[in-house]
């Protein structure tokens, strides 16, 4: 299949060429559409361009570091703010608030009728991609800010300077364009990276899943099952290899072409020794949140030894997390001792450089193996945005909440944990909906670790208190292990010999972190923006 990337550069250099800002929100200035949109090619470009920048595939890989599962160490790069706590509107850190992509969907929108097609149904697909494209970026918008001004085309930046509308007058905006757009949207893309039908039921399924709108969620999630185009990769590692691009699992995945529009971001998560940054890396809270091998959790199960916490644990660690111990590249991975075996400088030790992980810890999703990107500042790694697990956890979750356990919800959560080399569910200990509840949302974090997701989620599930999560695990210390390596241990889940914990920093979450705060540049830009609460 051809990928939408290979036409992207032309797309956005038209786009760019003919349009430009004001307050974020509009173009003042596009040339006219008596000149550019004449053709079908016009047409197609100037949806192309609503694409760039869209799935923002460095936002998700740096999300998790605004959870307990993930670390930023540079504050500079606007990640660190979310996880500790210190957002301001000063200090807004990585912000979701811009209306670019959204203009560049009113014009198609507000144009495309200048065309002359000779399909309909081409001419129906391009609109429903803008109309899906409209209703992710207001989506992420409405989620992270509670609440965003519903723009048009406007002539003026006075005409532009608009108040936001409610959560919930955006979320119909949404709804419509999504309805709007399953009416006309091709069931099979064209090319990939484009979104179809699945992908705009995914769209709905997760907006409504983060809402709590339990019915709609599932139905959603039922409706791409039924499509019968999705299943689950039968090796969880190969969906974050170059080689796992084509799997039947991906729903929609960011596309990049090394040396023509290639990642960067993947250089930025190695670690110091394969001269990376180890800007986003993961926690050891997310170690101890995977079950051990025989479907306990480590609290529960006699398996678990403290000494070696990475022994005997649910496989999907080892996919997910590089640990210390392991072989990596050739030899074992150190980054518990400060001088090597040979007496030297250890440049993987935490305190070392700015550059190596300070938890210890690397991902491994999208890195391993490293032989695969010959140049790991420009890479072809496409990072996924929707994939069928998620279609199969948000129904579970859904159904659970509607009705509570049953052969399906049970079957849905069996094919995630088998499918990695789990044991199925234990059906006499999560018996009830409370008890199912706790499982589903610990599937979700092993399942979806780095993905981008745990932010959201901590945000949205409740405590017995009714309280964010994330006011539970965002208040407090981030610590990392520490301890030696024993190269005399031929098991590399037990090489590391871990001794007690380190000091990374100290993290708070206050109920108004729930919502982000609007860049101050944008209120100065139109005054009739109103921050939200707290800061």
């Not at 945000?459 to 030696?484: C, F, H, P, Q, Y």
Request: hydrophobic content about 35%.
């Amino acid at each position: 299949m051809k990928r939408l990337s290979i036409y992207l550069l032309a797309g956005v250099a038209l786009l760019s060429a003919s349009c430009s800002d004001f307050l974020d929100t509009a173009p003042h200035d596009a040339l006219s559409p008596s000149t550019t949109w004449k053709t079908e090619a016009d047409a197609e470009s100037f949806v192309v361009g609503c694409y760039n920048g869209l799935w923002d595939p460095g936002s998700i890989l740096y999300l998790d570091c605004g959870s307990d599962l993930g670390y930023n160490n540079f504050s500079w790069e606007g990640w660190r703010p979310w996880g500790d706590g210190s957002l301001s509107s000063s200090n807004t850190g990585a912000s979701f608030y811009s209306f670019t992509i959204i203009r560049r969907c009113n014009t198609v929108l507000d144009n495309i009728d200048n065309v002359e097609f000779k399909s309909e149904e081409k001419k129906k697909d391009l609109i429903a991609q803008a109309k899906a494209i409209r209703a992710y970026k207001y989506f992420l918008m409405n989620w992270w800010y509670g609440g965003v001004p519903i723009i048009d085309s406007y002539l003026t930046a006075e005409e532009a300077q608009v108040p936001r509308n409610t959560e919930e007058e955006v979320r119909k905006q949404i709804a419509q364009d999504l309805d709007d757009a399953l009416a006309g949207i091709n069931t099979v893309p064209t090319e990939r990276g484009r979104i179809a039908k699945g992908g705009v039921l995914a769209i709905k399924m997760r907006e409504a899943l983060y809402y709590g709108e339990w019915q709609k969620a599932k139905e959603a999630a039922q409706a791409i099952i039924d499509l019968k185009q999705y299943e689950l990769d039968p090796d969880f590692s190969n969906l974050f290899k170059l080689t796992g691009v084509d799997s039947k699992e991906i729903i929609i995945a960011d596309q990049r072409i090394p040396n023509t529009f290639g990642l960067g971001t993947i250089g930025q998560m190695y670690n110091n020794k394969d001269a990376g940054w180890s800007s986003i890396v993961p926690t050891q809270n997310l170690v101890d949140m995977y079950e051990m091998t025989d479907g306990k959790t480590k609290e529960e199960s006699s398996l678990y030894d403290a000494a070696h916490p990475f022994a005997n644990r649910d496989p999907r660690m080892e996919m997910t997390i590089l640990f210390p111990g392991q072989d990596w590249r050739g030899e074992v991975l150190n980054t518990l001792d400060e001088l090597t075996p040979e007496g030297g400088k250890n440049i993987n030790y935490p305190t070392y450089t700015d550059n190596a992980s300070k938890t210890a810890l690397t991902w491994a999703k999208y890195l391993d193996p490293f032989e695969q990107y010959p140049n790991v500042w420009n890479t072809g790694a496409c990072v996924i945005v929707f994939r069928y697990a998620e279609v199969l956890l948000s129904y579970a979750e859904a159904e659970n909440e509607l009705n509570g356990p049953s052969a399906q919800v049970y079957d849905y959560l069996d094919q995630i944990r088998t499918r990695a080399g789990m044991p199925v569910v234990d059906r006499a200990k999560y018996v009830s909906k409370d008890q199912l509840r706790e499982l589903i949302r610990r599937e979700r974090a092993v399942e979806f670790a780095g993905e981008g997701l745990r932010r959201a989620d901590i945000l949205r599930w409740k405590d017995a208190n009714n309280k964010m999560l994330a006011e539970t695990v965002l208040n407090g210390t981030l610590n990392r292990i520490s301890g030696t390596i024993d190269y005399k241990e031929t098991d590399p889940y037990k090489r590391a010999v871990v001794k007690g914990s380190e000091f990374i920093e100290n993290r708070q979450f206050a109920a108004k972190n729930r919502y982000l705060p609007i860049p101050q540049g944008s209120i100065d830009k139109n005054p009739k923006l109103e921050q939200n609460p707290g800061y």
